[in-house]
Structures are given as C-alpha cells and as structure tokens.
C-alpha cells in the first residue's frame, strides 16, 4: 500500500506516511484473518513487527486506527473505479456497466478490504449496541451520488425517462453492497459472472426501449 498522497499535507514526513500506511495494511489483513474482536493493536503490530506503543505513536486508540482503515479502503476503491468509469461516461449506458463492474472489480482484486469492512460493520458496536460511524462516507450517500448520474443522463435523453432514480440507485448499490458479505462466506465467489449478470440486469432496467 502505498502512503495517502495527503498525509504529508498533515505535517507527517514521507517516512511516518508510509509506517502509517503500513500499519492501516495490517489492520485490513488481520482483521480479515481473524476477525475484529481479535484484531488487537498487538496483534496488527506483530504482523510487521513492530510494537504496540509504535502503534500508538500514529494511531490514537483502535477508534483511530480503524478510521484510517475505512478511509484508506474508499480512497483506494475511489483511485480504482473513477478511471474505469470516466472512460466509459459518454453513454448513459456505458457509465452504468463500467460504475457496477468497476466497483464488483475492486471488490475481486481486494477481497482483503472487503471482509475486513464487513468485520468493522459486525464488530464496530458500542456498549448500547450502537453502530459506531467509522467512514466519511457510507451507502446513502454513494446511492445519492449514483441517483444524480442517473438523473442527468435520463435528462439527456440517454437512459429510459420512466424509471425512478432514486429508487434505481438504492437498487443498484443493494446489488453491489451484498457482495463483501457474499466474499466473507464464499472466497471462491465467482464476481465477474456476478457482475456481468448485475450489469446486464440494470441495463435492460435502465436502457431506452426500441
């Protein structure tokens, strides 16, 4: 994992980016290996070797480090689709294979990231039984966002004009948002026929009829 091209930004030299990134790698692979109960600052520490008063030199607390976790998993899954997708923006219908197949992608060439998101999402409870708010983003708004790409090709003529945006977006990401769950069962999960099926579905849902 290569440091947050941001950190420097932070007052942080080349040097405790890339230990901290290092340290947010560990995090995402212990926890996919063990879980988040056992995914113990120690633990994350012996798996690169360093200590957990090291840890806590980056990191203030699990809390912190786990927030850095979803972070990182956002920024990478942002770095990786946005390319693909852009490529693919001039049609309504190109957009919408590229954003579900590039999202399903990254899900199959980080299958690490995303159990260990799942595991957060078990394991991120507070003593009331709370979910605790680990990200700076979550599904509501990537449905929100995915809502406005929708409507505005609809507007241009490009997608069927009938259809509900929102309730299509909501649709779309539940699609998408149940395969790290499917992975965290089933590491052989074929994603790419998964993808092709789900692409194909809402493009028949979404596409101008002849």
Known sequence: MSPDPDATDKGLTFTEAARRAQIVQAAID???????????????????????????????GKDDLISHVVREVIRQGMGYMHPRILAQASTGAGFLRAYIESNLAFMRDHRNYMVAIVEIARGGLTADGQQRFYGDADVDDAAYILEQHLARYQSQGDLR??????????????????????????????????????????????????
């Open 161 to 210: 004009p009938d259809f509900d945006p929102q309730v299509m977006a909501v649709a779309i990401r539940a699609a998408i948002d149940a395969v790290p769950r499917l992975l965290a069962h089933d590491p052989d999960l074929d994603i790419d026929s998964y993808a092709t099926e789900i692409a194909t579905l809402f493009h028949l849902a979404t596409r101008i009829q002849p």
């Open 30 to 60: 212990t926890i996919a290996e063990v879980g988040f109960a056992r995914a113990s600052l120690s633990r994350i520490g012996a798996r690169i070797g360093i200590s957990k008063g090291l840890i806590g030199y980056h990191f203030a």
